[in-house]
T-cell receptor
């Protein structure tokens, strides 16, 4: 199994631009999670899905953030418009039976 | 009640030493307690996990000790090696699949 796949691995953009992060979970997993990690705030859960349905988006910082999961094998996290304070590493994780497996992350830099 | 408190924030040991990282929780509904290991530039990786029906679980050099009455659990790394230098996160969850993470412990094992 290839594990959780995220793209791009690195993204540098300018303030105000739209950013889309992509995730392919492990086949057969029924939960998908989006996290953000920074030195200041640690690992934060943004949103998670169960069987493609958003369950808890209370961690999404602002309306600028949105996430979708159109099918069991794909999810996106979109930031529009992006701001410098959104700079962080964004992780996608998927799980079955509580065991969460993380992707390699997307390092986002907003200038 | 949803918090998981982790200590220490950082830890330095000599090669061969036994670093111990502690976590405490409040919510007695938690029934799954994993530990994750994260190397720089990588996503967190599941290391070992325990459920509250046992007091100890060992996998290789890694051991979880669980004290249900005290609502505490800890990670012990036997015969630590420089390659164990990483950030370690404890976590807890109920049956929702959502993990509540501790703040992380940065471990350095000196040669």
């Amino acid at each position: 199994d290839a594990g959780v796949i995220q793209s791009p691995r690195h993204e540098v953009t300018e303030m105000g631009q739209e950013v889309t992060l992509r995730c392919k979970p492990i086949s057969g997993h029924d939960y998908l999670f989006w996290y953000r990690q920074t030195m200041m705030r640690g690992l934060e859960l943004l949103i998670y899905f169960n069987n493609n349905v958003p369950i808890d988006d209370s961690g999404m910082p602002e309306d600028r953030f949105s996430a979708k999961m159109p099918n069991a094998s794909f999810s996106t996290l979109k930031i529009q418009p992006s701001e410098p304070r959104d700079s962080a590493v964004y992780f996608c994780a998927s799980s079955m039976n509580n065991e969460q497996f993380f992707g390699p992350g997307t390092r986002l830099t907003v200038l | 009640q949803q918090q998981v408190k982790q200590s220490p924030q950082s830890l330095i040991v000599q090669k061969g030493g036994i670093p111990i990282i502690n976590c405490a929780y409040e919510n007695t509904a938690f029934d799954y307690f994993p530990w994750y290991q994260q190397f720089p530039g990588k996503g967190p990786a599941l290391l070992i996990a325990i459920r509250p029906d046992v007091s100890e679980k060992k996998e290789g050099r890694f051991t979880i000790s669980f004290n249900k009455s005290a609502k505490q659990f800890s990670l012990h790394i036997m015969d630590s090696q420089p390659g164990d230098s990483a950030t370690y996160f404890c976590a807890a969850s109920k049956d929702t699949g959502k993990l509540i993470f501790g703040q992380g412990t940065t471990l350095q094992v000196k040669p």
